[in-house]
Nanobody, 130 residues
Framework: QVQLVESGGGLVQAGGSLRLSCAAS?????????????LGWFRQAPGKEREFVAA????????TYADSVKGRFTISRDNAKNTVYLQMNSLKPEDTAVYYC??????????????????WGQGTQVTVSS
């Protein structure tokens, strides 16, 4: 059974930084890194659809970002801890949203499509004040 637990959200002023964590558990995440299913971050602001933020494979050879966060956000992972991070710098009020961690069931390549993910965390709120 796959479980994803996010943490690290909070309130920050515009221009500030936050680091989100997603701890993954389950049999598939005990495999060697190159064979673990990909993991991504999505966000959903009030009244808006869920949108892609960033994704990675566990070897770090494949990462992808939404244009809106390129150069400001960095996705990384700690294979030993089964944890993926989202470092968010130069935050803007429009980054305010609930951030979700998501994992694919089997595929190791990351995708920006929400339908490509099978497991979701409970979400963590990020609020950026102006």
């Amino acid at each position: 059974q796959v479980q994803l637990v996010e943490s690290g959200g909070g309130l920050v002023q515009a221009g500030g930084s936050l680091r989100l964590s997603c701890a993954a558990s389950g049999r598939t995440f005990s495999r060697p890194a190159f064979s673990r299913p990909a993991l991504g971050w999505f966000r959903q602001a009030p009244g808006k659809e869920r949108e892609f933020v960033a994704a990675t494979n566990w070897s770090g050879s494949l990462t992808t970002y939404a244009d809106s966060v390129k150069g400001r956000f960095t996705i990384s992972r700690d294979n030993a801890k089964n944890t993926v991070y989202l470092q968010m710098n130069s935050l803007k009020p429009e980054d305010t949203a609930v951030y979700y961690c998501a994992a694919r069931a089997f595929l190791v390549a990351p995708t920006s499509t929400a339908d490509g993910y099978d497991y979701w965390g409970q979400g963590t709120q990020v609020t950026v004040s102006s």
